[in-house]
Antibody
């Protein structure tokens, strides 16, 4: 059974940092690219970042570029999102998603990040 | 950036009725790069349709997708009670990958 489990969310002050993780199981993690997608409370979905299966290439939404870094450790079946200089508008549930081609075909249950003073 | 506009924002129907949800793109999207997701309250999005018209694994055949270019449609042939949730279209043709703002299906 495919599983993606996010962790690392929590309450952080504006300007602070947080590192999210996503643990994959039930599939060959190193064969798949991965996405992070977020959803602000009561709002729609926003793509955040993409990383290739081997970690060579990554892409970011303009809203997070320069503040967020995606990475992965295929030996540990883990995906990470390092978030710095956090803003109130970064408050959201952050989902990791397995990517087939460029399609997010399976999503984790998400982890909530709240940026507030 | 490709902007996806979904209509209507909210659709009020009764169980057993047919639902037609629209997604319009600001520029042409290859059909292979258009998907639909269903999201139930408190849950992650679930892939319904990929390649504009192919059903994902375990998706009932009352769900169907169609369209090309800039106009795409998700149709639910006969609504079940569990279908009254939110639906998003999504283009993964070019970065930044974008989603529509969602259509909420509510019971009339």
């Amino acid at each position: 059974e495919v599983q993606l489990v996010e962790s690392g969310g929590g309450l952080v002050k504006p300007g602070g940092s947080l590192r999210l993780s996503c643990a994959g199981s039930g599939f060959t993690f190193s064969n798949y690219a991965m996405n992070w997608v977020r959803q602000a409370p009561g709002k729609g979905l926003e793509w955040v970042s993409f990383i290739t299966s081997d970690g060579t290439y990554s892409y970011y939404a303009d809203s997070v570029k320069g503040r967020i870094t995606i990475s992965r450790d295929n030996a540990k079946n883990a995906l990470h999102l390092q978030m710095n200089s956090l803003r109130v508008e970064d408050t959201a549930v952050y989902y990791c998603a397995r990517v087939r081609g460029s399609l997010s075909d399976f999503w984790g249950q998400g982890t909530l990040v709240t940026v507030s003073s | 950036e490709i902007v996806l506009t979904q209509s209507p924002g909210t659709l009020s129907l009764s169980p057993g009725e047919r639902a037609t949800l629209s997604c319009r793109a600001s520029q042409s999207v290859s059909s292979i790069s258009l998907a639909w997701y269903q999201q139930k309250p408190g849950q992650a999005p679930r892939l319904l349709i990929y390649g504009a018209s192919s059903r994902a694994t375990d998706i009932p055949d009352r769900f169907s997708g169609s369209g090309s270019g800039t106009d795409f449609t998700l149709t639910i042939s006969s609504l079940e009670p569990e279908d009254f949730v939110v639906y998003y279209c999504h283009q993964h043709l070019t970065s930044p990958y974008t989603f529509g703002q969602g259509t909420k299906l509510e019971i009339k």
